[in-house]
């Protein structure tokens, strides 16, 4: 199965694949948005929350599968709604009691809308009351939730729920509002947002940069389009990042004997101009991970043999080695320059996701629990959120910066992928 680690960006993605390039890749394939499943025809992307709910939404019933559902599908019902018992089903307060028969075993309707009656005026509800098997209980309209008085209504806060917006979220009396960072457009859901197509002078088109191990190439983020960038001349372990406001790349290849980091500017999509090898104060022959301060043109490197995280300036004359302590297999590090912050997941005696100052100072664990081997990490630097892969748990999940209100994204066999990657999420603009 060829790793797949595609995200939309003004610019590119930055991808690692030990596997042949693109060996199994769909050339008319779409990409789905997180939160969407890929039908496994590859022409359609439905939501996920229509997953084994009991009606086929992909044109080959690819989301009803035994194989799909045989998998826990954990669902969550929106606001004001209430799960039919021992189904996916949701359904809206409103269709409690209300004569029909929403949920297949009547779970809906039943003596008690009779019994409860009496009980839901003595409430005094300001909206409204739901009567179900187990109570009584006030609800408000949509867009609103009961106070702390378990009568009145108040603004919901829908920002505060993962997913609710692609990007920025602007909550609003009894209702939210979605928008985009610069450089992408909201689409007509108002919900997701996707980089810019080149509609406009000076748009740059979203490519996907793809490192193997005896070459860097570049696609469109369907897999079509293939172009090859730089042969490699040795076999070994190649890290690379994109420079977002350089229009720039930088490479790092590890090999038994020696390490060598390379930078070049992408001329056109078509290939590389101004390559230069940047000698290093420190050896790169086990780097194993990199990324790169954008604002400060600084390098972070992983060396995966030594365990410790060095950082080197642009021309690699100075370097420094930020964490050491307490650091046992490192595979991974993600970057937020913006925040001036550095994050990376560690699988030694404790499994734990940490973060930390970019001069290696303050450091904080956020996750050290359900944690086994991290092997990716990622950050949504407009949301502020980190996500990481668990190679042994088979899970993608969600914290935000300081580690609170986390959040399974994907579990099970579609976590494949993320043993190899995890894609840059998008850069705000600098401007």
């Given amino acids: 199965?060829?790793?797949?680690?595609?995200?939309?960006?003004?610019?590119?993605?930055?991808?690692?694949?030990?596997?042949?390039?693109?060996?199994?890749?769909?050339?008319?394939?779409?990409?789905?948005?997180?939160?969407?499943?890929?039908?496994?025809?590859?022409?359609?992307?439905?939501?996920?929350?229509?997953?084994?709910?009991?009606?086929?939404?992909?044109?080959?019933?690819?989301?009803?599968?035994?194989?799909?559902?045989?998998?826990?599908?954990?669902?969550?019902?929106?606001?004001?709604?209430?799960q039919c018992i021992g189904t996916k089903k949701c359904i809206h307060f409103n269709k409690l009691c209300n004569g029909a028969r929403d949920c297949e075993d009547g779970y809906d309707e039943g003596v008690h809308c009779r019994e409860l009656l009496s009980a839901c005026h003595e409430l005094r509800c300001r909206y409204g009351c739901v009567m179900t098997r187990n109570g009584t209980f006030c609800f408000c309209a949509d867009g609103f939730e009961v106070g702390e008085d378990g009568t009145s209504c108040r603004d919901h806060d829908e920002c505060a729920m993962y997913g609710a917006c692609s990007q920025t979220c602007t909550n609003t009396y009894g209702s939210y509002r979605c928008s985009c960072t610069e450089g992408y457009i909201l689409q007509p859901d108002r919900i997701s947002c996707k980089a810019k197509q080149g509609e406009h002078p000076g748009d740059s088109r979203p490519v996907l940069l793809i490192g193997g191990s005896d070459r860097i190439v570049i696609t469109q983020l369907n897999g079509t389009g293939l172009q090859p960038l730089r042969s490699l001349s040795a076999n070994g372990t190649l890290a690379l990042d994109f420079q977002h406001n350089q229009e720039s790349i930088c490479w790092a290849l590890s090999t038994e004997s020696s390490g060598q980091l390379h930078c070049a500017v992408i001329r056109n999509l078509r290939g590389f101009t101004r390559e230069q090898e940047i000698r290093t104060q420190q050896s790169l022959q086990h780097v194993e991970q990199m990324a790169i301060d954008w604002l400060t043109g600084n390098v972070y490197f992983v060396d995966r043999v030594t365990d410790k995280i060095f950082v080197c300036n642009h021309g690699g004359d100075t370097c420094v080695t930020i964490l050491q302590l307490d650091l046992?297999?490192?595979?991974?590090?993600?970057?937020?320059?913006?925040?001036?912050?550095?994050?990376?997941?560690?699988?030694?005696?404790?499994?734990?996701?940490?973060?930390?100052?970019?001069?290696?100072?303050?450091?904080?664990?956020?996750?050290?629990?359900?944690?086994?081997?991290?092997?990716?990490?990622?950050?949504?630097?407009?949301?502020?959120?980190?996500?990481?892969?668990?190679?042994?748990?088979?899970?993608?999940?969600?914290?935000?910066?300081?580690?609170?209100?986390?959040?399974?994204?994907?579990?099970?066999?579609?976590?494949?992928?993320?043993?190899?990657?995890?894609?840059?999420?998008?850069?705000?603009?600098?401007?």
């Fill in 1 to 82: 199965m060829q790793c797949a680690c595609t995200v939309p960006s003004p610019h590119a993605a930055s991808f690692l694949s030990p596997s042949p390039l693109l060996s199994s890749c769909h050339p008319e394939a779409i990409l789905c948005d997180v939160g969407e499943f890929h039908c496994h025809s590859h022409e359609t992307c439905i939501p996920e929350a229509w997953l084994c709910d009991g009606e086929p939404d992909c044109p080959d019933d690819s989301d009803e599968t035994d194989h799909v559902c045989a998998q826990e599908v954990v669902i969550r019902c929106p606001l004001n709604h209430i």
């Fill in 328 to 431: 046992t297999n490192p595979k991974g590090i993600a970057l937020d320059p913006l925040m001036g912050m550095l994050f990376f997941p560690d699988y030694g005696n404790v499994a734990k996701i940490e973060r930390c100052n970019m001069d290696g100072t303050n450091r904080t664990r956020l996750v050290d629990y359900k944690i086994e081997q991290p092997t990716a990490v990622a950050l949504d630097v407009v949301k502020k959120l980190v996500y990481w892969a668990d190679a042994y748990l088979d899970y993608i999940d969600v914290v935000d910066y300081q580690g609170r209100n986390r959040h399974t994204v994907i579990h099970g066999n579609q976590v494949f992928f993320a043993r190899c990657c995890l894609a840059h999420f998008p850069v705000p603009s600098l401007d």
